[in-house]
């Protein structure tokens, strides 16, 4: 069962989840590939403690040879480097009422790093897949309790998503060998995916012929509209765009302080259903939109920079707004009601920052 709260503080609990899980600071959209330490970080249970010198992969369930790789093993194959935009599905779950108890994220749960691994297709092919194979299982090292069921981190990815080529076991971030925290040392990557998807800690990869039917995957990561409706999964990211806050802020409530002239406003944009086409910005609350500028993508799987030149002149009070629109047309939400969802999950609405000119 998810709890829900209405109120506008937050809990112990919420804010526990926080002080563990950071999001990346607006500001560090200005870096097309994030700084490690900046970049957001969610872990549901503890981090794993793994000895890299004795730790082995196995690819076993439904394959004619299994295999068990080394980090050595892994890193012998052939590697490949690529920016990858993570995000949370749990963005944006605390704009929502009432709101999910669970990692109460505003709009700061994202990160674009450089990831270097191996692609996992050619060593899923060489484990030899049976013709019965529905699904890829990933399971990681970390366990804990969860719905009231004790497991360990594990969701599992359609045979046919699972075998894309950019689909890669990571072990570098930003040239760095992983931190512990990112899934040291070998987590999965799967670029245009939300971020439940990259399973960290890797303990083992399973072929299987039915569905899993885990809690991470049939309870939870599903877009439901009551606890009873079986949802859809979550799968893809949709369009987002965000904006590093404008001038300075206020300590306590963050409140931007800007100073009338010429402001240029800029940030970043993506989705996982296509490049992004068209980022519009707001300074009247959405009312109405002008087109920004769209600069070239970080890579085929990485963000987009967009920039506004904001012709800043009557002092007083604005709410700056910025919505990205994608390639097949999807685009963001304005209303909280458009999004909202049992476990808070894709919540892509426009960003709005409260700004005082003067
Ligand atoms: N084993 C394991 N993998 C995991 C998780 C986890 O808790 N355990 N969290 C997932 C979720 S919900 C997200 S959003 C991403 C976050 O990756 P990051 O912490 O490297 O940013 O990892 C995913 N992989
Ligand atoms: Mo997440």
Redesign the pocket.
């Known amino acids: 069962m998810v709890k829900f709260a209405t109120s506008r503080e937050f809990s112990q609990e919420e804010v526990g989840l926080a002080l563990r899980?950071h999001g990346m600071h607006l500001e560090g959209l200005r870096y097309p590939i994030t700084p490690i330490g900046m970049?957001?970080?969610?872990?549901?249970?503890d981090i794993p403690f793994i000895d890299p010198t004795t730790y082995e992969l196995p690819i076993v369930g439904r394959v004619r040879s299994p295999l068990r790789l080394s980090l050595g093993d892994v890193k012998a194959r052939p590697a490949v480097t690529m920016p990858v935009m993570?995000?949370?599905?749990?963005i944006g779950r605390a704009h929502l009422s009432p709101r999910p108890v669970s990692a109460p994220w505003h709009d700061e749960?994202i990160?674009c790093a450089e990831w270097t691994g191996t692609p996992l297709r050619p060593i899923l092919e060489e484990a030899g897949l049976l013709d019965d194979v529905a699904e890829i299982l990933f399971t990681?090292?970390?366990r804990g309790i969860d719905q009231d069921v004790e497991q360990?981190?594990?969701r599992s990815l359609p045979l046919e998503e699972a075998l894309r080529n950019e689909v890669i076991l990571a072990y570098k971030m930003n040239g760095q060998p992983l931190p512990p925290?990112?899934?040291f040392p070998l987590?999965l990557v799967v670029p245009d995916w939300?971020?439940?998807?990259?399973?960290?800690?890797?303990k083992s990869i399973t072929a299987i012929a039915e569905p899993f039917e885990g809690v991470q995957q049939a309870l939870l990561y599903r877009y439901k509209q009551s606890e009873e409706d079986p949802g859809t999964p979550v799968t893809r990211k949709y369009p987002h765009a965000l904006m590093v806050p404008p001038g300075i802020p206020d300590y306590l409530s963050r409140t931007r302080h800007v100073r009338v002239g010429g402001i240029l406003v800029e940030g970043r944009a993506w989705s996982g259903f296509g490049t992004v086409e068209r980022v519009e910005f707001s300074s009247d609350g959405g009312r109405t939109w002008a087109d920004t500028e769209l600069g070239e993508p970080v890579g085929r799987y990485g963000w987009r920079g967009w920039s506004y030149e904001w012709e800043a002149q009557k002092p007083g009070e604005y709410e700056l707004c910025v919505r990205a629109t994608d390639a097949a047309g999807n685009r963001q939400a304005t209303n909280v009601d458009e999004v909202w969802n049992v476990g808070g999950y894709g919540v892509n609405m426009v960003q709005r920052v409260p700004v005082t000119l003067s």
Request: proline share 0%.
């Open positions: 899980n970049h957001y970080l969610l872990i549901h249970f993570m995000e949370c599905a749990g749960a990160g990681g090292y970390d360990h981190y594990e925290q990112h899934g987590r939300y971020g439940m998807t990259s399973v960290k800690w890797l």
